[in-house]
């Protein structure tokens, strides 16, 4: 099956540093890899679309300048969360399109203290 | 499904009985659904996928079912397993052409001795 790594599986910050989480698609190639957001007990959030080569496309309400989203290869896709606060805290996990399936990372906890 | 989750159903099994996780979408124009499961801490698990213009797909230990009539998707596992303990989401993506999924709120399953 197709393997999505993502790391770091869990951070701790300091509020106001920036952290980024990457994610890899390992045997597959992906134009398009989908960042999401999890609080506990709830469903996924998509934040946005990256697309291999191009902006990322966010959704309504996801701040884009607080959000940084790079995907510079077929097999990698970054999320750079800047100026961190604690209310960033969150569980991020990235997914990786192959045909119509999407697989996901493992995710990363984030911690903002 | 809408991802309004702010808690989560739970669906409790006797281990070795069948689970039925029911799931309701409202986008008619929604051509094709994914299940995931997912463990705690850990990032979703692909099952099992459907397309609109089938009823029914089987896979080891587990059917999804598609009634577009009323817009609802089932999963059924067989002989459920302590393993089988997780959350479950239904996800559909309308026709996107990125291939963007809307989640469900999930169900947590606990599978009982």
């Known amino acids: 099956g197709a393997v999505v790594s993502q790391h770091p599986s869990r951070v701790i910050c300091k509020s106001g540093t920036s952290v980024k989480i990457e994610c890899r698609s390992l045997d597959f190639q992906a134009t398009t890899m989908f960042w999401y957001r999890q609080f506990p007990k709830q469903s996924l959030m998509l934040m946005a679309t990256?697309?291999?080569?191009?902006?990322?496309?966010?959704e309504q309400g996801v701040e884009k300048d607080k959000f940084l989203i790079n995907h510079a290869s077929l097999t990698l896709s970054t999320l750079t969360v800047t100026s961190a606060h604690p209310e960033d805290s969150s569980f991020y996990i990235c997914?990786?399109?192959?045909?119509?399936?999407?697989?996901f990372g493992q995710g990363t906890r984030l911690t903002v203290v | 499904g809408e991802s309004v989750g702010l808690h989560l159903p739970t669906l409790s099994v006797q281990e070795g009985d069948n689970s039925i996780i029911n799931c309701a979408y409202s986008?008619?124009?929604?051509?094709?659904f994914i299940w995931y499961k997912q463990e705690s801490g850990k990032g979703p698990q692909f099952i099992i996928d459907?397309?609109?213009?089938?009823d029914k797909r089987q896979g080891q230990r587990v059917t999804v079912l598609l009634n577009k009539t009323v817009k609802h998707l089932s999963l059924q596992i067989a002989a459920t397993q302590p393993g089988d303990s997780a959350v479950y989401f239904c996800?559909?993506?309308?026709?996107?052409?990125?291939?963007?999924?809307?989640f469900g709120a999930g169900t947590q399953v606990v599978v009982t001795p």
């Open positions: 996800a559909e993506n309308n026709g996107d052409s990125w291939g963007k999924l809307q």
């Open positions: 990256s697309n291999e080569g191009s902006k990322a496309t966010y």
């Open positions: 997914s990786a399109r192959l045909d119509l399936r999407a697989f």
């Open positions: 459907i397309r609109s213009n089938m």
């Open positions: 986008n008619s124009a929604s051509d094709y």
